[in-house]
């Protein structure tokens, strides 16, 4: 049973399975699709709310854990000039797919189409995450490299989204993180006092970190990243804590063992909720999105990622010029995030066939493997 459960969770089959089950069902039937997803449960609070807000609040705290045991001796982030390579390459994840689409529409787009350029701008992260781990191996410095640009592209991408597509009935409201400031004092206190245990880190930590983030109108499944920071950890030569290590009683290590099961299995809901395009007609929008996400990020990236080594920030310690071109084709995966955008970029006809340039960008997870054995990118398990 527990080899069975460790092969689903290594080829992420409850989120890829998500994906298909959402993907056919919106299809099928639409109406009783769209029931799950907006039947209310309690004032509002409904299945998407559910999974997007809350339960996705778990997986963001899960790929925290990975970045803050990264940047601790022994890690793939540590020194700290090693994370600059990673943040530099972000600019290049955002500026490379808007670039691409802005050059695409001038030559075969047109005017109702440029408001588009957002769509392709931010990765999704908990895709990107899975498939970085089944190309490049779990512990491979790369996974590390791209959660921190997928987390750090998604910041810039809310940006965008409340600066150019804001929702006119709930504007930002910047006053509440101070909220979330209040919270990364509090899980501050907690470890200066050596808290043992990981719950009043997500009590007086995270609850207080999702309102604010909530009431401020930015997305709270962000809440837990400013809190596990703060909890004590184990250090260990190459950087990993062991996960299943009975010994390592840390908060860090309890919360990322007793909740990583939980998250992977429970990505089996995020597929479904939020997987569930349908079938539009393609049109020139399709192709800005989809070139844009393979192209402008791989791109991107990569450029950026030179630039950042030649500046004399260097890449973590064994990655390469090659593995840095198929980190950035696996940043392109922008699926769920870019079809959130092109329903705020759009409207009609022209949103869904921009949400089907997204629903394509599924495609970047063959190239991504294909271009790993190409490039001979060995596995790191």
Same mark, same amino acid.
């Given at each position: 049973?527990?080899?069975?459960?460790?092969?689903?969770?290594?080829?992420?089959?409850?989120?890829?399975?998500?994906?298909?089950?959402?993907?056919?069902?919106?299809?099928?039937?639409?109406?009783?699709?769209?029931?799950?997803?907006?039947?209310?449960?309690?004032?509002?609070?409904?299945?998407?709310?559910?999974?997007?807000?809350?339960?996705?609040?778990?997986?963001?705290?899960?790929?925290?854990?990975?970045?803050?045991?990264?940047?601790?001796? #022994?890690?793939?982030?540590?020194?700290?000039?090693?994370?600059?390579?990673?943040?530099?390459?972000?600019?290049?994840? +955002?500026?490379?797919?808007?670039?691409?689409?802005?050059? =695409?529409?001038?030559?075969?787009?047109?005017?109702?189409?440029?408001?588009?350029?957002?769509?392709?701008?931010?990765?999704?992260? @908990?895709?990107?995450?899975?498939?970085?781990?089944?190309?490049?191996?779990? %512990?491979?410095?790369?996974?590390?490299?791209?959660?921190?640009?997928?987390?750090?592209?998604? @910041?810039?991408?809310?940006?965008?989204?409340?600066?150019?597509?804001?929702?006119?009935?709930?504007?930002?409201?910047?006053?509440?993180?101070?909220?979330?400031?209040?919270? =990364?004092?509090? @899980?501050?206190?907690?470890?200066?006092?050596? *808290?043992?245990?990981?719950?009043?880190?997500?009590?007086?930590?995270?609850?207080?970190?999702? *309102?604010?983030?909530?009431?401020?109108? =930015?997305?709270?499944?962000?809440?837990?990243?400013?809190? +596990?920071?703060? =909890?004590? /950890?184990?250090?260990?030569?190459? #950087?990993?804590?062991?996960?299943? %290590?009975?010994?390592?009683?840390?908060?860090?290590?309890?919360?990322?063992?007793?909740?990583?099961?939980?998250?992977?299995?429970?990505?089996?809901?995020?597929?479904?909720?939020?997987?569930?395009?349908?079938?539009?007609?393609?049109?020139?929008?399709?192709?800005?999105?989809? /070139?844009?996400?393979?192209? #402008?990020?791989?791109? #991107?990236?990569?450029?950026?990622?030179?630039?950042?080594?030649?500046?004399?920030?260097?890449?973590?310690?064994?990655?390469?010029?090659?593995?840095?071109?198929?980190?950035?084709?696996?940043?392109?995966?922008?699926?769920?995030?870019?079809?959130?955008?092109?329903?705020?970029?759009?409207?009609?006809? +022209?949103?869904? @066939?921009?949400?089907?340039?997204?629903?394509?960008?599924? +495609?970047?997870?063959?190239?991504?493997?294909?271009?790993?054995?190409?490039?001979?990118?060995?596995?790191?398990?």
């Amino acid at each position: 049973m527990r080899r069975t459960i460790n092969l689903l969770r290594e080829f992420s089959i409850p989120l890829i399975s998500g994906v298909i089950i959402g993907l056919i069902w919106a299809n099928l039937s639409p109406d009783t699709y769209h029931h799950l997803n907006e039947a209310k449960w309690f004032k509002n609070i409904d299945f998407h709310f559910f999974v997007n807000d809350v339960f996705m609040v778990f997986f963001f705290a899960i790929a925290a854990v990975e970045i803050t045991k990264s940047f601790h001796p #022994g890690g793939n982030l540590n020194p700290i000039k090693k994370a600059i390579n990673p943040i530099i390459a972000t600019l290049g994840g +955002v500026t490379g797919p808007i670039v691409v689409y802005i050059t =695409m529409n001038h030559f075969i787009g047109s005017p109702e189409f440029a408001n588009g350029w957002g769509i392709p701008t931010a990765t999704d992260i @908990a895709l990107a995450w899975l498939l970085a781990r089944f190309v490049f191996g779990s %512990d491979h410095p790369a996974v590390s490299f791209l959660l921190l640009l997928a987390i750090a592209d998604d @910041a810039i991408g809310l940006v965008i989204i409340a600066i150019f597509y804001p929702d006119l009935n709930n504007p930002v409201n910047p006053a509440w993180f101070l909220l979330v400031f209040a919270a =990364m004092i509090a @899980a501050y206190l907690l470890r200066k006092y050596n *808290t043992k245990n990981y719950w009043p880190y997500l009590i007086l930590g995270g609850i207080p970190s999702w *309102t604010g983030l909530f009431l401020a109108h =930015m997305h709270p499944a962000l809440a837990l990243i400013f809190i +596990v920071p703060f =909890m004590p /950890c184990t250090e260990v030569s190459k #950087g990993e804590l062991y996960e299943d %290590d009975p010994s390592d009683q840390t908060p860090l290590a309890k919360f990322e063992h007793e909740w990583k099961v939980i998250v992977d299995f429970g990505l089996l809901m995020f597929g479904i909720s939020n997987a569930g395009v349908e079938f539009s007609e393609i049109s020139t929008a399709t192709w800005l999105v989809f /070139c844009s996400l393979l192209f #402008g990020k791989t791109i #991107g990236v990569f450029v950026f990622g030179r630039i950042g080594m030649a500046m004399g920030f260097p890449l973590p310690d064994r990655m390469d010029s090659k593995t840095l071109f198929v980190a950035g084709n696996v940043a392109g995966l922008g699926l769920t995030v870019a079809l959130f955008v092109a329903g705020q970029a759009f409207t009609g006809e +022209v949103q869904g @066939a921009a949400k089907m340039g997204a629903l394509f960008s599924a +495609v970047i997870s063959l190239s991504a493997v294909v271009l790993s054995k190409l490039l001979k990118i060995k596995k790191i398990d």
